[in-house]
């Protein structure tokens, strides 16, 4: 059971990364107006982002 959990944040993982860093560029991104592409850019700052560069 803990491998299995283990194997699906992982992936779950991998999935957010692969989503943020194909909308890092987006004019969405870029300049969010909506709370919603405000949180979605948080999201990704704070779980993919500050990881990869920082």
């Excluded at 059971?1 to 989503?19: D, K």
Aim: hydrophobic share 35%; net charge positive; with cysteine.
């Amino acid at each position: 059971m803990v491998y299995s959990l283990n194997s699906e944040l992982h992936a779950l993982n991998s999935n957010i990364r692969v989503c943020c860093d194909r909308l890092r560029y987006h004019p969405i991104f870029t300049n969010p107006q909506t709370e919603e592409a405000k949180a979605a850019c948080e999201v990704c700052r704070k779980y993919v982002w500050s990881k990869v560069s920082g």
